[in-house]
Structures are given as C-alpha cells and as structure tokens.
C-alpha cells in the first residue's frame, strides 16, 4: 500500500483523522512519517492540544504495525495495549511524528508470537518534533491478532 492509499484508509476508518489534519509523510516497513497541521489541533493557548499530540503518535505508531503486519496476515486487527507520552515542550507551529523500526531481530520476534500465538505484540518509540525541536516522546505497545 502506498502512503497516499494508506492516508485514504485512514480517512475513511479513523475519520477523526482527516478532521484532525493528519497527512502521511513516509510509509514504509522501517519508517513511519505522520504530519498535522497546528490550527484544526490548536488548544486555548494557541499551542497544540495534548490530545492532539497524542493521538497523533498513537496513528503513528499504529500505522508502523499496520505495513509491517498486513505482509503476514492482511486481515490481522491492531490495537493498543498501552501507551506513555512525555510533552517536552509546547508546539505552536506544525508538527510531525516518526516512528522507526530498524531492528529486524524485533520485527522478526513479532512476526514469530504473530504466527504462534495468532498475537504479537510490538512496542515502538515515536517522536514528535518541527523542523528543529524535539516537543514529545512517547512510547507504545501495539497488538496484532487474528
């Protein structure tokens, strides 16, 4: 799938997205690029609302495991189990989210509880930041079953 396919998807079964202004920079099976606008997010400080930040790095985090489950079992459902952000500074401007998975030995272990347990579990660390600056870290443990 191709990120502007996977932008779509996402539109249409995350709605809440597309209001939310979150585009796909990136979208491969080692880097996942998710950017938002600040004023469809913006809170009563004119900075970004938590909420905003949070669900974008969960999209985020979620769309990793997506690309990289969806070669083992396209009909597999994702979920997150559990998910920590830390806000690092206040974002006024538009912001963007990454998530990398270079590891292949994680990727691998994923895929072998995925095909054990018809489950797998993948903990994956995002960053959110502009063009210069860290603003939040987070961290979140997605789930794939059958």
């Known amino acids: ?13 995350i709605p ?4 939310m202004g979150f585009t796909i920079v990136e979208f491969t099976k080692n880097k996942v690029k998710v950017a938002a606008k600040l004023e469809p997010n913006i809170n009563h400080k004119h900075t ?9 790095m969960t999209v985020c985090g ?11 079992d396209p009909e597999a459902h994702i979920v997150i189990r ?22 292949e030995k994680d990727r691998n272990k994923f895929f072998e509880m995925y095909r054990k347990h018809k489950k797998g579990r993948l903990s994956l ?17 997605y789930v794939a079953f059958k």
């Open 125 to 141: 660390k995002v960053t959110c930041s502009n063009v210069s600056k860290l603003l939040a870290e987070y961290e979140g443990q």
């Open 48 to 56: 970004a609302f938590g909420g905003s930040i949070n669900s974008l």
């Open 82 to 103: 559990k998910s920590n952000i830390e806000y690092l500074a206040p974002i006024d401007c538009d912001f963007i989210a990454e998530c990398e998975l270079l590891e």
């Open 16 to 19: 809440i997205t597309e209001k």
């Open 62 to 72: 979620w769309a990793m495991v997506f690309i990289n489950i969806k070669e083992v």
């Open 1 to 13: 799938m191709e990120k502007h396919e996977f932008e779509q998807f996402l539109y249409d079964h």
